[in-house]
């Protein structure tokens, strides 16, 4: 089933970009940080189950979704500074942090710049580690490409087949067509130079055992992209964190079996 969220959507303006926020329910503060190449959509199910006891902020990245492209790359520093702006704005000291994917990079430069503004961290489907020199590779060449054709296409053809388990692929499954508009939302600009700020970000193994703030780790059994091995090495950097395993997702659980991590989100946060 699929949720749509009704909060107040509000404009902030931060270093040249104009960033769109939505806000929804009341209580302790839970920002939701969407992966690559993604929107603030694909957490519309646990947002809208989360907002019945917490007070939900759902940014879409700078350069992604309704939110404006400035020049980038975007460093992952860079947006972790949208992100106190944002709650600054907003009169919140801390908060509990959730980040899909890229958003988990999001998320982990935030602790790193912002520690004490962290009141619990959920990593789903991300990772500690940098880009290997492939994978940076990648991203730049896929970057260049979408500026070169002005097309998102290219996102959406090496992305969607990686982001969902075999399995979901196979059932041709609803999710994989929301997916795809998703990321058809988003435009080449800001998808690449957000591939690039990406590739050039650093590794945050160094900071995990010092993070001691409840840590979530969500791993997809069929994740392509993080298998649950990196997973569990990730669970055993931070001193206080518990690994979820999702049975029946790839990279994206939030699609693939969104009642299931709600209420994986919604234990964590009580």
Known sequence: MLYSITGVVTSFYVDGAELDVVTDGNGDAIVLIHGFPLTREIWNVQASQLAQTHRMILPDLRGMGRSSASDGPYLMETLAGDLAAILDAMAID????????LGGFVALAFARMYTERVARLALVCSRLGADSPEIAGFRNDLADRLERENSIEPAVENYIPKLFSDESLQKKSGAVERARAIVRSNSPRGAAAML????QRVESYDIASDLAMPVLIVAG?????VPPAEAEAMRAAFPAARLALMK?????PMLEEPEALAAE???FVR
């Open 265 to 267: 989100l919604a234990a």
């Open 196 to 199: 690039r700020g990406m590739a």
């Open 221 to 225: 059994a069929g994740d392509k992209v």
């Open 248 to 252: 029946n997702s790839g990279h994206l």
């Open 94 to 101: 801390r908060a509990t942090i959730i980040g899909h994917s």
